[in-house]
T-cell receptor, first 114, second 116 residues
């Protein structure tokens, strides 16, 4: 069965510090992986996605993620966090098929302190 | 990217009434629409999958008579919460994926439903 694990429920970092949000997945075929960000009361915005090719993918807002097949991981990173990055982050996995839904992790809430 | 418009963004209704949430794909044909529910500080839980012109497929534990889904056209899917109760209060989000090529998911803005 497909599943996504985000082991960290809540992370607090100082503004300007680096960030890594962990994501592990379980998937029977080639996974298509995504990171989304959600601000309170809002929908989801795509940060980045991995379908194939280079395992280090760049996204919006200075985020990047690295796909590691051997570790079944797709961790999200940012070298320097800004206060506006405080939000909920969701990792998701899906098939290469438009008629199947994405499976989401439980999310990691990021707090940024001065 | 593709645009999915969800309406209303917030709604408050009385117990026992019904509420309709609309989700429109503005610049593409959404053959399939996914409806999610999100409780506070929790992840998105898939409620149902709707395909244009056919009956929706509901996830286990989701009452199909309570959450009526209609996908009558390629650009509009609706979720109606019937005989709403306070425990139905939640954040509802629709989503679709383009069938061919790029298969990322696009989300509506979400609807905050409060039943009083």
């Amino acid at each position: 069965a497909q599943s996504v694990t985000q082991p960290d429920i809540h992370i607090t970092v100082s503004e300007g510090a680096s960030l890594e949000l962990r994501c592990n997945y379980s998937y029977g075929a080639t996974p298509y992986l995504f990171w989304y960000v959600q601000s309170p009361g809002q929908g989801l915005q795509l940060l980045l996605k991995y379908f194939s090719g280079d395992t280090l993918v760049q996204g919006i807002k200075g985020f990047e993620a690295e796909f590691k097949r051997s570790q079944s991981s797709f961790n999200l990173r940012k070298p320097s966090v800004h206060w506006s990055d405080a939000a909920e982050y969701f990792c998701a996995v899906g098939a290469n098929s438009g008629n199947t839904p994405l499976v989401f992790g439980k999310g990691t809430r990021l707090s940024v302190i001065a | 990217g593709a645009v999915v418009s969800q309406h209303p963004s917030r709604v408050i209704c009385k117990s026992g009434t019904s509420v309709k949430i609309e989700c429109r794909s503005l610049d593409f044909q959404a053959t399939t629409m996914f409806w999610y529910r999100q409780f506070p500080k929790q992840s998105l839980m898939l409620m149902a999958t709707s395909n244009e012109g056919s009956k929706a497929t509901y996830e286990q534990g989701v009452e199909k008579d309570k959450f009526l889904i209609n996908h009558a056209s390629l650009t509009l899917s609706t979720l109606t919460v019937t005989s709403a109760h306070p425990e139905d209060s939640s954040f509802y989000i629709c989503s679709t994926r383009i069938r061919e090529g790029n298969t990322e998911a696009f989300f509506g803005q979400g609807t905050r439903l409060t039943v009083v």
